[in-house]
């Protein structure tokens, strides 16, 4: 286990919050996900994933910043 020390904390969000923040079905989140077009889950769980909610808000983030490049 790495014991690097780091100033970033790291917050896991479950996927209604993800479906929230994006606007996208669950089907299209995780095939834009293995097409590296969205943040990859991260296994938290024996059955579980979450995704790094900086990913995603950086993702929403770069996703309006095109919509104003666009105009």
Do not use: C, H
């Not at 024996?46 to 990913?55: L, T």
Request: glycine share 8%; aromatic share 8%.
């Amino acid at each position: 286990m790495n014991t690097a020390q780091t100033d970033e904390i790291i917050e896991y969000i479950r996927l209604p919050e993800v479906l929230r923040i994006s606007g996208l079905s669950s089907a299209t989140i995780y095939r834009m996900a293995g097409g590296g077009k969205f943040p990859r889950q991260v296994k938290v769980g024996e059955q579980a994933v979450a995704w790094v909610r900086s990913e995603v808000m950086q993702w929403a983030t770069n996703r309006a910043a095109m919509r104003k490049q666009a105009q």
